[in-house]
């Protein structure tokens, strides 16, 4: 069972950056595609980023394409998001999540398959 770990949010204004972590265990991490979901209130949790099991591979919501950017390290078993220019609808709270199966990088939230207890962040305009 793999278990992740967010760290990095928090309070930013408009146009500031934040880098979110994700650290995970108890699974072989590099034969997985990883990648972030974000949940606004009131709003159903949504795809934000994904990338292939060999960082090579990204994939980009309309809506953060062009300001952030995912990568992985898979010797340190971790994901990151680096977050540019951020806008006050970006506030949510942000869920690292890995690929349902070693065979798909994912597109969507449902082809996520375990999720990680979430890291806040908010935008001030």
């Known amino acids: 069972q793999v278990q992740l770990v967010e760290s990095g949010g928090g309070l930013v204004q408009a146009g500031g950056s934040l880098r979110l972590s994700c650290a995970a265990s108890?699974?072989?991490?590099?034969?997985?595609?990883m990648g972030w979901c974000r949940q606004a209130p009131g709003k159903e949790r949504e795809f934000v980023a994904a990338?292939?099991?060999?960082?090579?591979?990204?994939y980009y919501s309309d809506s953060v394409k062009g300001r952030f950017t995912i990568s992985r390290d898979n010797v340190k078993n971790t994901v990151y998001l680096q977050m540019n220019s951020l806008r006050p609808e970006d506030t949510a709270v942000y869920y690292c999540?890995?690929?349902?199966?070693?065979?798909?990088?994912?597109?969507?939230?449902?082809?996520?398959?375990?999720w990680g207890q979430g890291t806040q962040v908010t935008v001030s305009s």
């Open positions: 999540a890995v690929a349902r199966t070693t065979a798909i990088i994912p597109t969507s939230r449902t082809d996520f398959g375990s």
């Open positions: 108890g699974r072989t991490f590099s034969s997985y595609a």
């Open positions: 990338i292939s099991r060999n960082g090579i591979r990204t």
